[in-house]
Antibody, heavy 118, light 107 residues
Framework: EVHLVESGGGLVKPGESLRLSCAASGFTFSSYTMNWVRQAPGKGLEWVSLISSTSRYIYYADSVKGRFTISRDNAKNSLTLQMTSLRAEDTAVYFC???????????WGQGVRVTVSS | AIQMTQSPSFLSASEGDRITITCRASQAIRDNLAWLQQKSGQAPKLLIYAASNLQTGVPSRFSGSGSGTDFTLTIHSLQPEDFATYFCLQDFNYPRSFGQGTKVEIK
């Protein structure tokens, strides 16, 4: 069974940094493209970033480009989102999401909460 | 960036009803459209991908159609567990984008 567990969330001040992690299990992590998707309180879903299985392809939403960095360690079955220069509008639950062989976003973690507030 | 417009934003329906949610892309996306369901306090769940393909384990009362810019999610005979918020997602290009969501509530 696919299992994705996010960690690293918390309360930070505007301008500060935070590093989110996602521990993957139950599948061959190194074979799958991974994403981060976020959801602000009471709002819809916003795709944040994607990294291909070998890290060759990386994409970001315009709202986080230049501030967030996605990376992965296939040896450790781990996905990371390094977030810098955080803003109040980055406050959200962040989900670690797998792209299936064909379908996108076929498996989701339970999410980790990030709050940016002074 | 491709904009995804869902309608309606809110839908009130009864158990057993047939409901339809639509999603329109600001440019053609072939069949690169997925539908997800999110229940309160839970992570989203993939229902349909490539516009009309049912994800494994999803009940057959869910169906999807469309291509290009206009897509539809239909729930035939709404069940109590179907009351949730539904999102469309385009994976045609980057940045990927979601519709704003349709909340389905009990009438």
């Amino acid at each position: 069974e696919v299992h994705l567990v996010e960690s690293g969330g918390g309360l930070v001040k505007p301008g500060e940094s935070l590093r989110l992690s996602c521990a993957a299990s139950g599948f061959t992590f190194s074979s799958y493209t991974m994403n981060w998707v976020r959801q602000a309180p009471g709002k819809g879903l916003e795709w944040v970033s994607l990294i291909s299985s070998t890290s060759r392809y990386i994409y970001y939403a315009d709202s986080v480009k230049g501030r967030f960095t996605i990376s992965r360690d296939n040896a450790k079955n781990s996905l990371t989102l390094q977030m810098t220069s955080l803003r109040a509008e980055d406050t959200a639950v962040y989900f670690c999401v797998r792209d299936g062989v064909l379908p996108p976003h076929d498996s989701w973690g339970q999410g980790v909460r990030v709050t940016v507030s002074s | 960036a491709i904009q995804m417009t869902q309608s309606p934003s809110f839908l009130s329906a009864s158990e057993g009803d047939r409901i339809t949610i639509t999603c329109r892309a600001s440019q053609a996306i072939r069949d690169n459209l997925a539908w997800l369901q999110q229940k309160s306090g839970q992570a989203p769940k993939l229902l349909i991908y490539a516009a009309s393909n049912l994800q494994t384990g999803v009940p057959s009362r869910f169906s999807g159609s469309g291509s290009g810019t206009d897509f539809t999610l239909t729930i035939h005979s709404l069940q109590p567990e179907d009351f949730a918020t539904y999102f469309c997602l385009q994976d045609f290009n980057y940045p990927r984008s979601f519709g704003q969501g349709t909340k389905v509530e009990i009438k």
